[in-house]
Every structure is written in structure tokens, then in C-alpha cells.
Nanobody, 122 residues
Framework: VQLQASGGGLVQAGGSLRLSCVAS????????MAWFRQAPGKEREFVAA????????SYADSVKGRFTISRGNARNTVYLQMNSLKPEDTAVYYC????????????????WGQGTQVTVSS
């Protein structure tokens, strides 16, 4: 499984961005999908996850109510809509996939994308 994330950029506080991650796999709908992020000098942390159908989602408390994860299974894509962005959201965002787990720990995901930089200015 290869994952390609895109959509990052520079945005002012209060603004919005939508990240996309395309999975190169024929059985995309068999995978749980998630987004993580890593700020400079910090550990990679969970942001959001979606079930295989996208009908069940989970979020880190820090982004709940501002971020939305969704899946476009017909396009092998998972999205992260980020609204009301804050400077503390600045990080490299990674998409991840696994066929067994929908969790919040990095160890639960087998496949990782290359990351896309999100910078929020104050």
C-alpha cells in the first residue's frame, strides 16, 4: 500500500485547509485510515481516524469540532478538512492505513504516507 498526502500549505490563524491522501491499493475499502501529525521536536500524535466505510470516526480532543475526516472510497482517498486553524496546529501531517486496527497509536498502523507540511501563522 502506497499513500500520497497532499494539500498542506501556509494559512493564517482561523483559516481552513483540506488535506487529501490517495492510497494505491485495490482493496482500499478494507483499510482503516487515519491522520497523524508531528510538530518540530515533538512526537507524532494522533489526529483522526475513520472506519472502513467512513461511518465511524474518532478525533483527538485538540481537534474535535474543528477537523473532519472523511473517505471517498470510490477514489481511494481520505480527507482531513481543517477549520479554525490555530498556530499550534502547525506540523507535518501524515496519513496512515491498516487492515486490522482503527486506533490512535502510531504502532497500530502499518502503512504511512510521506507527510505534508501545514503551517498556521498567527
Amino acid at each position: 500500500v502506497q499513500l500520497q498526502a497532499s494539500g498542506g500549505g501556509l494559512v493564517q490563524a482561523g483559516g481552513s485547509l483540506r488535506l487529501s491522501c490517495v492510497a494505491s491499493v485495490s482493496t482500499y475499502s478494507s483499510y482503516y485510515m487515519a491522520w497523524f501529525r508531528q510538530a518540530p521536536g515533538k512526537e507524532r500524535e494522533f489526529v483522526a481516524a475513520a472506519s472502513r466505510s467512513g461511518g465511524s470516526t474518532s478525533y483527538a480532543d485538540s481537534v474535535k469540532g474543528r477537523f473532519t475526516i472523511s473517505r471517498g472510497n470510490a477514489r481511494n482517498t481520505v480527507y482531513l478538512q481543517m477549520n479554525s486553524l490555530k498556530p499550534e496546529d502547525t506540523a507535518v501531517y501524515y496519513c496512515a492505513a491498516d487492515s486490522l486496527w482503527m486506533g490512535s497509536r502510531t504502532s497500530q498502523y502499518t502503512y504511512w504516507g510521506q507527510g505534508t507540511q501545514v503551517t498556521v501563522s498567527s
